[in-house]
């Protein structure tokens, strides 16, 4: 094939005109000087030469390749007829952009979780390196020394490089202070990673304890602007002064995909950042750093792990205590472990069987509509067989015209799927930590949109264009319907709209299921106060401050607020209830043995927090105003102290901890702790002066405000007092106590409104589809109904006849759908709160309201075919 | 629909190999536009072969896209504009190729029919 030629066919035509044109003045010219007369002279040339337009249009088609030309001129000609019929191609091109819109929006998180790595040189050879414990049962990650040990020893690796579990810090500069989210890692971190570098550097050998940072994209852009003069300057880091040396690529966020890490500063000083507190209980956790490996070059993950295997046993050797069932485990840099990917591979495959039924009905009201327009060409198709036409012939334009709706449907879908990418960019999940929910578009999913686009446009074109390119002959030549096979009581159109219906059956009960979940959980009584409370957080830990230090700053900050008119209480707590995490620690009676013991949730709280968010007492008393030093004291929940002493007295009563012992002075009701669907957890309120010395939280505390009046003139106040005491501490989380709650509501939220949206589209697609195939019904045997009419039947029954055959058709898809409805809810369950799976609400409401609207989709073709004109009809045609 | 072009003869490969090759021999002699190449073949084969001129030119822009010729304007010996064209080095030796064929081919045809040639002969 030769392109060249074929792009310059227009210019080679004009000099061929040229060149005939010379030879045949050439030709005339030797004709005269033989003494032709003029006009003889140039019959007899043009009689030589032949037909000239001949010769220029072989020299045409000598430079144009044969399929191409009968593709370009379908193509062309299937523009022209879906120009012609503007509101079918805008009815398949948004129900297939929905369809495919919201596959590839599924389609983007796949790749993210399952397909993609970070963003890191060569990943084939850069490894994630895991500990196991109890020979493989248990996995977990590096403490110092079992990195320290690995590291100095093993031979598989160019070299290793670790970092740090998530640290939250306090960005100071220009603008206002930031709380943001990073890592420390090893000095190393950035040359094993192979990280490409946006602005300035990685780390380098010997800056292990350097106060250097370097920040992500993301941070970079927002916090300083996008300021490429950024490397180099100082900025304030928990209220100690680092410098920027980097800033990294888009798009990476630390090697691990579902955490999104914003800065990175060397491991040794993470304790300044992080507080002696945290790295004691991080120490007390077990081990916290993640570990990448780079393989030495020819070395195969298979003798890497060999290696492993045999280091493994013999640290299992040297220290059994420590290390006993010691195993490594390897894994691909950033790819989520299989227990991971087991958890999301759930909740990614109903999404995506979802989507797939929402493309499904699409799809086949897609192939209804072609089917629609293929019984209107008839006339044109048999003609053209009668002609000679051969099959593939009439099947190949029908073919490429779907093509190209579906191919607008999916430019259409990726389009629809970008401006949800952006909402989700812009979404602000209400968790506490970090996770990283940005999706992008990449060349992998926008082959997936096309593929689909392309499979989609076959499947709904293939049936329509092999029905069509088969007219039965006589019918069409007496100008009947042509796809009609007489005595076929089941059309393809029939069993298109029953799989519809009963696609749309599963998906609406499914919808039903979450919505009464969504509910029932938002029905749920937390168990303390709602309304007219208000929260604002700030973390003086991660901004500098000593113990003392954030006592006095506690206190003053509660004394200043407490004077704003409006404010009726203020009191500090280590969390907010429904935050999404917890702190828990083992408690025991002081005279058990450890077994006993069982994990409560922990509280740090002041006196005055139960009367504040309205926590109703059963026994005792508040904290009495306890000394910071002085004997410990807590409050239990009704759980904890059923599970503690059963029906004695637990006023009184002595716990203990690892480390304290505590004093119940007082038992306040149940009260919802993490999520608002568990069960009551035992719970365990401390005083907080009296464990301010503990663990720094890593949420930092908040204040809980009970208000009167207008919310947002009071939080604009605190925000004041908190600036004036100090300008670089950053505030965050400010809430009202209803809108955390609504925060907390946001899984079956998100869950209602993903499968609300794909819920009600197949209802609007079924319907449609529906109504275009009674209408169809209608149209084709208007003359039998007009018979009909004629000889007697009531309008009346004409009307119940069109309405029967529609509702016959929901009713074999409701006895169809409803056992899949059924055995998708059983899976649907586990995600479900207060719902049984076969929930007979839903399991009847469903099926009636489809029903309503099936009538109401039939009821307008009944109407017309009840308003046939008997003498029109019988004229007709 | 696709269809077959009746007015082609059959072993019209056969004449354009044939074409192709005595427009190559004639230029051997030197660049010629078109009208001159179809007077030469005519001349040469003392008018035996009177092809239809028009016929030539799609041969030569076949023979030029497969690189055995060259084209640029000129003036004509009449000082009209024309299309000259130049016989390339791939040109040359695909004409030294062919020409191998047919000789082989004419001598082979020959001896087929040498016999009956004569027999027809000898009857006169």
Redesign the interface.
């Known amino acids: 094939m030769n392109w060249p030629r074929v792009s310059r066919r227009k210019k080679s035509d004009v000099e061929v005109v040229r060149e005939i044109a010379l030879h045949l003045e050439e030709e005339t010219h030797e004709n005269c000087e033989r003494g032709m007369p003029e006009g003889e002279a140039r019959r007899k040339a043009y009689l030589k030469f032949g037909n000239p337009q001949r010769v220029r249009e072989e020299i045409w088609r000598q430079n144009s390749v044969a399929v191409l030309e009968g593709l370009k001129r379908d193509v062309q000609h299937g523009i022209r007829r879906l120009l012609r019929a503007p509101s079918i191609v805008l009815a398949v091109v948004i129900s297939l952009g929905l369809g495919i819109a919201a596959n590839v929006f599924i389609f983007t998180a796949v790749n993210k979780l399952v397909l993609e790595g970070p963003p890191v040189g060569d990943p084939v050879t850069l490894l994630d390196l895991y500990p196991t414990y109890k020979h493989g049962d248990q996995i977990g990650k590096f403490t110092q020394r079992l990195y320290d040990d690995l590291h100095g020893q093993a031979n598989s690796f160019w070299d290793m490089a670790a970092y740090d579990m998530i640290l939250p810090a306090t960005m100071g500069g220009d603008n206002d202070p930031e709380r943001v989210w990073g890592q420390s890692a090893t000095a190393n971190f950035f040359k094993v990673a192979e990280l490409p570098i946006w602005l300035g550097r990685g780390f380098v050998d010997g800056e292990e304890r350097s106060p250097v940072v370097v920040v992500s994209y993301s941070l970079w852009r927002r916090h300083f602007n996008g300021d490429s003069a950024v490397v180099g300057k100082a900025v304030s880091l928990s209220g100690k002064s680092f410098t920027v040396i980097g800033v990294t690529m888009p798009g990476f966020r630390g090697i691990n995909r579902l955490l999104a890490a914003e800065f990175w500063v060397p491991e040794g000083v993470r304790e300044q950042l992080a507080g002696a507190q945290l790295d004691e209980f991080n120490a007390r956790m077990g081990g916290q750093l993640s570990v990448i490996a780079r393989l030495k070059p020819g070395v195969g993950r298979k003798e890497a792990q060999v290696e492993l295997d045999t280091m493994a046993k013999r640290f299992a050797a040297a220290s059994p205590k420590e290390n006993e069932g010691l195993g490594f485990h390897m894994e691909k840099a950033g790819a989520l472990l299989s227990s991971q990917k087991a958890m999301f591979a759930v909740f990614l495959t109903a999404l995506t069987v979802v989507a797939l039924l929402v493309l499904c009905i699409a799809c086949s009201n897609v192939a209804n509509l072609l089917l629609a327009r293929a019984a209107g060409q008839h006339g044109e198709m048999a003609v053209r067989i009668a002609l000679g036409a051969t099959r593939w012939q009439l099947v190949r334009p029908m073919l490429l015209e779907s093509g190209m709706l579906a191919l607008a449907g999916g430019v259409f879908g990726v389009v629809l799927c970008l401006v949800a990418l952006h909402g989700l960019a812009t979404f602000h999940l209400p968790l506490a930590a970090p996770i990283n929910l940005a999706l992008s578009m990449d060349w992998q999913v926008l082959l997936y949109a096309f593929v689909l686009s392309v499979v989609v446009g076959m499947l709904c074109g293939l049936w329509p264009a092999l029905a069509a390119s088969r007219p039965v002959l006589p019918n069409s030549l007496k100008g009947e319907s042509a796809l009609d096979r007489p005595g076929k009581r089941w059309s393809l159109r029939n069993i298109l709209v029953v799989v519809q219906i009963s696609l749309c059956v599963v998906l609406l009960c499914t919808t039903g299921l979450f919505l009464r979940s969504l509910i029932k959980s938002a029905a749920v009584d937390p168990g303390f106060q709602t309304s007219r409370i208000l929260m604002v957080s700030i973390d003086p830990a991660h901004n500098g401050y000593s113990m003392e230090k954030t006592q006095l700053l506690l206190k003053s900050l509660q004394n200043h607020v407490l004077s704003l008119p409006g404010v009726r209480s203020a009191v500090w707590t280590d969390k907010v209830p429904m935050s999404f995490y917890g702190q828990r620690d083992v408690f025991l009676k002081t005279a058990d043995k450890a077994e006993n013991g069982f994990r409560t949730e922990v509280y740090d709280v002041e006196a005055g927090y139960f009367d504040t968010i309205g926590i109703p007492w059963v026994a005792g008393k508040d904290f009495d105003h306890a000394d910071a030093n002085g004997p410990k004291q807590a409050v239990a929940n009704e759980r904890f102290v059923q599970q503690m002493f059963g029906r004695e007295r637990a006023v009184g009563q002595l716990v203990k901890s690892e480390q304290n012992t505590y004093e119940i002075v007082g038992v306040v009701k149940n009260t919802k702790s993490t999520t608002l669907s568990e069960e009551d957890e035992p719970i365990l309120y401390r005083v907080l002066k009296q464990n301010v010395f503990a663990v720094a939280p890593v949420m930092g505390y908040s204040l809980l405000v009970h208000y009167e009046g207008n919310a947002a003139e009071i939080s604009t106040a605190i925000r004041r007092e908190i600036r004036d005491s100090d300008p670089s501490l950053a505030v965050f989380a400010e809430k009202t106590m209803e809108e955390h709650l609504s925060d907390a509501l946001i899984f079956p939220k998100v869950a209602a409104a993903v499968f609300g949206i794909f819920g009600l589209s197949g209802l609007l697609l079924a319907c449609v589809g529906l109504y275009g195939v009674m209408s169809y019904a209608v149209s084709s045997r208007t003359r039998e109904i007009g018979v009909r009419l004629a000889l007697g039947a009531t309008r009346n029954g004409v009307r119940r006849l069109v309405v029967r055959q529609g509702m016959m058709l929901s009713a074999i898809a409701f006895i169809i759908g409803l056992p899949m409805a059924l055995a998708a809810s059983k899976v649907a369950a586990r995600a479900l709160y207060g719902v049984a799976a076969h929930d007979w609400v839903t399991f009847t409401g469903v099926p009636c309201f489809l029903a309503f609207t099936a009538l109401i989709a039939c009821w307008f073709p009944a109407q017309r075919a009840a308003s046939v004109e008997p003498q029109r009809a019988l004229r007709h045609e | 629909?696709r269809s077959v072009d009746k007015t082609k003869p059959v072993n019209s490969e056969l004449l354009k190999g044939t074409l192709d090759m005595m427009i190559l021999r004639t230029l051997v002699m030197g660049d010629a536009?078109?009208?001159t190449i179809?007077k030469v073949i005519e001349h040469s084969s003392e008018n035996v072969l009177e092809v239809?001129?028009?016929?030539l030119?799609?041969a030569l822009?076949?023979l030029e896209?497969r690189g055995w010729l060259d084209s640029h304007w000129g003036v004509?010996e009449?000082n009209?504009?024309?299309?000259f064209y130049r016989l390339t080095k791939e040109g040359r030796r695909q004409l030294a190729a062919e020409t191998g064929r047919w000789k082989k081919m004419a001598r082979a045809i020959g001896l087929v029919m040498g016999e009956s040639l004569h027999e027809k002969e000898s009857e006169r």
Do not use: C, F, I, T
């Open positions: 629909m536009h078109g009208h179809a239809e001129q028009g016929s030119y799609p822009h076949r896209d004509s009449n009209r504009k024309a299309r």
